[in-house]
């Protein structure tokens, strides 16, 4: 049975506020261009094939229709917090929503990748417009192997490649924007520090050989600010704010 994200299938995996309002499309540009300009906090849009999905520094994300979990979130942050964070606390989202599935450890490559098994099965996109988020999350959920893109920098895989299982999508959907309200009312309450406890041990670069914009050196781990310290030399240690990481596997 094919599973769906329409408002019916999705509307009794949504416990909190975000969810709602809720919008669908079969087949649209992206899920991150939905929303009017007044979205809520917590409305949410799905679709089930985007024609041009973004991910970061311009890519595209790509999945066959209706095999992958797309949405989008609208987040109003405090502006006293540091709104690029979200994009960690999605992955700690997802990562957990990963975790729940399939009853395996996931783990958050920096600063944006959910991982399972050392391959890329999700990704967040934070996109700050007049102080409003728009948090986009794709999770590769019931693709084969041969759907899986094939020219990724990091190897993918999506939970039934890992798994052998498939997944109904409407339930991991309400499991993410579930963790997604509790990970987010912890930031808004404290700042990354609050939610730390839920990144460090899923730390995927920590001890691994990296290269960050050209620069390499040995990942010492996210900090509580959410940048990535990198030991470069017998003493010297930086920590990069943003950055496109290559590293050894
Ligand atoms: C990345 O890893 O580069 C981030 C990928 C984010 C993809 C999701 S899919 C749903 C939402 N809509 C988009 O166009 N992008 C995000």
Known sequence: MADSLSPEAVDRYVEGRFGRPYTYLESCVSTQFLFDDDAPEGAVAACDEQTAGRGRYGRVWEAPAGTALLCSIILHPPPDLHAPELTLVGAIAA??????????????????????NRR??????????????????????NQTR????????TPPASLRTITGSTFDRAALLGSLLFRLERAYDEWRHGGLAEVFVEIGPRDFLRGRTVTVDGRSGVAVGIDREGRLEL??????????ESGEVAYER
């Open 120 to 141: 890329k099965v999700g990704g967040v996109l934070g996109e700050l417009r007049d102080g409003v988020v728009t948090l986009g999350i794709g999770i590769n959920v």
């Open 95 to 116: 990562a957990e929503a990963v975790e729940g599935a399939t009853g395996l450890t996931a783990q958050i490559k920096w600063p944006n990748d959910v991982m399972l």
């Open 231 to 240: 030991e470069v030399g017998q003493r010297e240690r930086v920590a990069l």
């Open 146 to 153: 041969e759907q899986l893109p094939a020219d990724s920098r």
